[in-house]
């Protein structure tokens, strides 16, 4: 089945930095990678997805950006804010899922951003 | 709209005690899923549901059972509860798009 890679598993910036998150997936005919972010004592909640037929997606300070070829994405986060801090899971659907169907998470990483 | 609701928020059972926990959508979502998370190891799927009346296994499905009987309700249930359960349980329902997570259930088996 799907193998996810998360690294590093804890992150820690200074408030204005930027943050890169990266994840290998193992199962090459996935085609939906999302992002999701766990604030304390709360559920994930989903950041930003993108799907194999898209190398780069941007959403204010949030982007994603997928290599097929070496199968990995990475969540990168600009001009980082303490509100930024919490836990951030990569996931990936196996072969022929959906965004509703399976999805194969990351270990996670605990973000920590320094006023 | 309350979204995704779980009940109970805590938990503490002794081993061999069984309990049910209740998963709740509001917004006519099809697919339903039950997750743990443990601390290093992300969330594992250990059941799901992709309409009313339907159950299957996930990668991590021993020692729990389903049900959804309803389509705005998914439970899960421990026959027996073991030390090798205690997690934090998260119930998850989906659209097309977005697959949306309650605030999950803290359970501790001693």
């Known amino acids: 089945g799907e193998n996810v890679e998360q690294h590093p598993s804890t992150l820690s910036v200074q408030e204005g930095d930027s943050a890169v998150i990266k994840c290998t997936y193992s199962?090459?005919?996935?085609?939906?990678f999302p992002w999701y972010k766990q604030e304390l004592g709360k559920g994930p909640q989903l950041i930003i997805d993108i799907r194999s037929n898209v190398g780069e997606k941007k959403d204010q300070r949030i982007a994603v950006t997928l290599n097929k070829t070496a199968k990995h994405f990475s969540l990168h986060i600009t001009e980082t804010q303490p509100e930024d801090s919490a836990v951030y899971f990569c996931?990936?659907?196996?072969?022929?899922?959906?965004?509703?169907?399976?999805?194969?998470f990351g270990q996670g990483t605990i973000l920590t951003v320094h006023p | 709209n309350a979204g995704v609701t779980q009940t109970p928020k805590f938990r503490v059972l002794k081993t061999g005690q069984s309990m049910t926990l209740l998963c709740a959508q509001d917004m006519n979502h099809e697919y339903m899923y039950w997750y743990r998370q443990d601390p290093g190891m992300g969330l594992r799927l250990i059941h799901y549901?992709?309409?009313?009346?339907?159950?299957a296994k996930g990668e991590v499905p021993d020692g729990y059972n389903v049900s959804r009987l309803k389509k705005q309700n998914f439970l899960l249930g421990l026959e027996s509860a073991a030390p090798s359960q205690t997690s934090v349980y998260f119930c998850?329902?989906?659209?097309?798009?977005?697959?949306?997570f309650g605030p999950g259930t803290r359970l501790t088996v001693l």
């Open positions: 998850a329902s989906a659209d097309t798009r977005t697959r949306y």
């Open positions: 199962d090459s005919a996935s085609n939906y």
């Open positions: 996931a990936a659907t196996p072969a022929g899922g959906t965004s509703y169907g399976k999805l194969t």
């Open positions: 549901s992709v309409g009313e009346g339907t159950t």
